[in-house]
């Protein structure tokens, strides 16, 4: 089965630094990649996903993460973060033909002031 | 629904007793998924239903845990003979099915958090 790994289980970094979670994955066939955040005291939610086309995708906060299948990695970057940003960030991979999806163990993003 | 159901949001237990959480998931989504959130873990894959298929239950830690999905709609997730370490927030997820059309990525629930004394 296709499966995550998160090597970073914190990163605390400061406000208006560039961020980077690292995010590789293990799979023999194609995949779709996902990134999750969940905010202190609250469930998960969609932040980021890859499915086909362009490796870079992005949404309108500013989080950005890359494809790179000859890495096999998904990582999330942010070129300047805010403390709103704290929170937990997932990874997440299904294989493109169903729709079991596998999670890192999660990378705790702290954004002192 | 608007979103996906879990009930109870906390359920505290003694050491010993059985516990049903239950999730309702998004109309007309036909996959449904469990998940267990330990303090400081990440999210642990428990059991996947598709369908009308046999579910997937490669992630179920022992066979205290159970789940069944009615209808194809709601499922309920049962722990028997409740451990200390059942302590946890599960989460349910659901979403649309493999080749219906392009991955949307998963709904979670809010979490049942699970206390065993």
């Known amino acids: 089965a296709q499966s995550v790994t998160q090597l970073d289980s914190q990163v605390p970094v400061f406000e208006e630094a560039p961020v980077e979670l690292r995010c590789n994955y293990s799979?023999?066939?194609?995949?779709?990649l996902f990134w999750y955040v969940q905010y202190p005291n609250q469930g998960l939610q969609l932040l980021l996903k890859?499915?086909?086309?362009?490796?870079l995708v992005k949404d309108i906060n500013g989080f950005e993460a890359e494809f790179n299948k000859s890495q096999t990695s998904f990582h999330l970057r942010k070129p300047s973060v805010h403390i709103s940003d704290t929170a937990e960030y997932f990874c997440?991979?299904?294989?493109?033909?169903?729709?079991?999806?596998?999670f890192g163990a999660g990378t705790r993003l702290t954004v002192k002031p | 629904g608007a979103g996906v159901s879990q009930s109870p949001s906390n359920k505290v237990t003694e050491k010993g007793k059985d516990v049903e959480l239950r999730c309702d998931p998004i109309?007309?989504?036909?996959?449904l998924y469990w998940y267990r959130q330990s303090l400081g873990q990440g999210l642990e894959f428990l059991i996947y239903?598709?369908?009308?298929?046999?579910?997937?239950k490669s992630g179920l830690p022992s066979d205290r845990f159970s789940a069944e999905r009615t209808g194809g709609s709601v499922s309920t997730l049962t722990i028997q003979r409740t451990q200390q370490e059942d302590s946890a927030v599960y989460l349910c997820?659901?979403?649309?099915?493999?080749?219906?059309?392009?991955?949307?990525?998963?709904?979670f629930g809010s979490g049942t958090r699970l206390t065993v004394v």
């Open positions: 997820a659901s979403s649309r099915g493999p080749g219906e059309s392009s991955p949307l990525g998963y709904t």
């Open positions: 239903f598709q369908g009308n298929s046999a579910p997937d």
């Open positions: 890859y499915l086909s086309g362009s490796t």
């Open positions: 997440a991979v299904t294989l493109s033909n169903n729709n079991d999806m596998r």
């Open positions: 799979s023999s066939v194609s995949v779709y």
């Open positions: 109309s007309g989504h036909t996959a």
